[in-house]
């Protein structure tokens, strides 16, 4: 609940103002059983019309002012949750933003997604209720006691009994309910990480005909899922029929006792009825808090667990240049001896598994405007290399320098605004064309009609009849695999980056196209340093330097020339492709 009040104190005088206005739609609420009273005692015997309508008017406007102070209450308290729910939903959106790799593994994309989303709803159902029953229903609860003990002492020990035991038992209750709400939360993330794997592989899943195998997958996360938030939801729901219970045997107590007491003519027949009313105001007060203590352990689960994004503090400092390495020779682009293994990653601190070291002692050297091609089987680490370069992980060991410096020196946007960037699987938004290209960058058309033209992809763009206004669809579902390639690669191209990467950015065009791609690039990027991890030999055999890789380590490392000669799993690889092309 911490950080439900260190979001709320930004609009505390607003909560504040809410609050007054409920607890005084609560007193005007509470003061018309005691007018019925007077008005049934006192005004009627006088048999006179006139106090009796004055009175009735009297009873009239302030039932209708109840109901408009507690209506401007609702509508400030609605509006004050909107307010600090989209300042956690903010807080939270750039915090993930900003996690490390490793952060990033260790709480999961679907663990992110339910705390964004049913989390900062559950905070912002607690921040309307704490201005709205948090008031009211103790208002109603401490109030009717206070004014029945003004009005029958007796009466009101029947109150003064019931009262003290079911607060005692939601207690006792919500003590146990808070753990199993946050049980509920975690199941949650079970039921999104499996929507969001069928979702995305729905393609795959119906080729295989395995809809009924993921149904049943799903099914069972969902049972796991309802079957928690139904034992919270039981014992939580435990004082509802013993509040109903006891209300049930109280109002017939206080009929009972009242009419020996109105027998007896120790109170007035108006006392019973305002007393039954209390009697009712103060049971819902009661049974309002036992839904208080409901939304707090529901919510009090979920702020902890925004709390642990937001609380988690960076594993990725930026080092001074006296702290950091120092490359031991020239370079725009160096890996000296780099081993890099999650087990270091707090990734797997957290989660306490153990991986096998991915890298293993990989060093390369490229000049500003040298190009360099990785190859290699699948899960051998060419993609960990991108990741360090980038400093989305940090080595374990070793050096990553980039234009003279460790890249743990940058400031973040300073290291990735040297970069233009297409990765396997890379996100086309739903938007249209030129801003997926631009993508919240100041370039000019000038400069988005020679990324275009760059990436091959300005004559499917011409044959759109919105050209570049053309709104591509959720993951670009109503582009081609090509088309999407191709705008990606324009969108890295746009900036006319100085570290241009192409990681298996190509698979899915034709060989002539991917030669015009190359082609483009060696002749309008020559500045820019390229590295390209690729599955063909022919996309990468005119870089500059390539690659080889198996199992993390580096088995090959020259030209194409080089390597057809020194490196024979390469000379494999190589006759294997182009004997397939002959």
């Known amino acids: ?20 206005i409920k607890l005084l739609g609560a007193v005007t609420e509470l003061m018309i059983p005691y007018i019925l009273e007077h008005l049934i005692d006192e005004v009627v015997p006088l048999g006179q019309l006139g106090p009796v309508v004055g009175w009735g008017l009297l009873m009239i406007f302030t039932a209708l002012l109840t109901r408009q102070l507690n209506v401007w209450a609702n509508r400030v308290a609605i509006d004050n949750a909107h307010r600090v729910s989209y300042d956690v939903r903010q807080a939270l959106f750039a915090k993930t933003a900003n996690l490390s790799g490793a952060q990033f593994d260790a709480f999961g994309l679907p663990s992110l997604i339910s705390r964004m989303t049913s989390d900062s709803y559950n905070v912002q159902s607690c921040v309307q209720s704490l201005q709205t029953m948090c008031v009211r229903m103790p208002m109603m609860l401490l109030g009717g006691i206070a004014v029945t003990l003004a009005m029958d002492a007796a009466l009101s020990a029947i109150l003064c009994v019931i009262v003290p035991i079911l607060i005692a038992v939601i207690l006792c209750v919500s003590y146990y309910g808070i753990p199993l709400y946050r049980k509920v939360q975690e199941r949650l993330d079970d039921v999104v990480r499996i929507m969001r794997e069928d979702i995305t592989g729905i393609r795959v899943v119906k080729a295989l005909s ?14 796991a899922m309802t079957r928690s938030d139904i034992k919270a939801s039981t014992i939580m729901a435990i004082p509802g029929p013993l509040m109903q219970m006891c209300l049930n045997i109280g109002l017939t107590l206080v009929v009972w006792l009242g009419a020996q007491r109105v027998y007896n003519g120790q109170v007035k027949p108006g006392v019973i009825l305002a007393f039954l009313t209390y009697f009712n105001m103060v049971m819902q007060g009661v049974m309002g808090i036992n839904r208080i203590f409901i939304m707090i352990s529901k919510a009090s689960a979920s702020a902890n667990r925004i709390g642990q994004v937001l609380d988690t503090e960076p594993d990725q400092r930026v ?35 153990e991986r096998e ?8 050297t490229l000049r500003r405007g040298e190009s360099l091609g990785i190859i290699g089987p699948t899960g051998c680490g060419k993609t960990t290399i991108v990741n360090l370069l980038m400093r989305f992980y940090d080595v374990t060991d070793g050096g990553v320098f980039v234009d003279g410096r460790d890249v743990r020196t940058y400031e973040k946007d300073e290291l990735h605004r040297k970069f233009g960037v297409v990765f396997q699987n890379d996100m086309v ?28 992809a300005a004559e499917y763009v011409d044959s759109l009849e919105e050209g570049l ?31 241009l990467i192409l990681d298996d950015s190509s698979s899915a065009l034709d060989y002539k196209t991917d030669a015009a791609l190359r082609k483009a690039i060696f002749e309008h990027h020559r500045d820019s340093t390229t590295i390209m991890v690729a599955q063909r030999v022919s996309s990468i055999q005119a870089m500059t330097h390539i ?13 194409h020339e080089e390597l057809i000669k020194t490196c024979p799993e390469y000379l494999e690889i190589y006759q294997a492709q182009m004997g397939a092309l002959a």
């Open 1 to 20: 609940m911490k950080l439900i009040w260190r979001y709320m104190r930004t609009y505390s005088q607003r909560i504040a103002g809410s609050m007054t």
């Open 210 to 223: 395995k809809t009924e195998y993921e149904k049943t997958r799903f099914g069972g996360s969902s049972d």
């Open 319 to 353: 080092l001074s240049l006296q702290e950091a390495r120092q490359p031991s020779g020239e370079g725009f682009i160096r890996f000296e001896h780099v081993n890099f293994s999650y087990n270091a990653s707090s990734h797997n601190a957290m989660a306490g598994e």
């Open 357 to 364: 070291q991915c890298l293993y002692d990989i060093s390369f």
């Open 429 to 456: 938004f739903f938007n249209t064309l030129r801003e997926n290209i631009r993508f919240g960058r100041n370039l000019d058309e000038a400069d988005l009609m020679r990324a275009l033209e760059d990436a091959v």
């Open 469 to 499: 206004d053309y709104r591509a669809d959720i993951k670009g579902a109503n582009l081609s695999g090509g088309q999407k390639q191709r705008l990606l690669i324009s969108r890295a191209l746009a900036a006319n980056p100085e570290i």
């Open 547 to 559: 690659l080889v890789m198996d199992n993390g380590r580096c088995i090959g490392y020259g030209s």
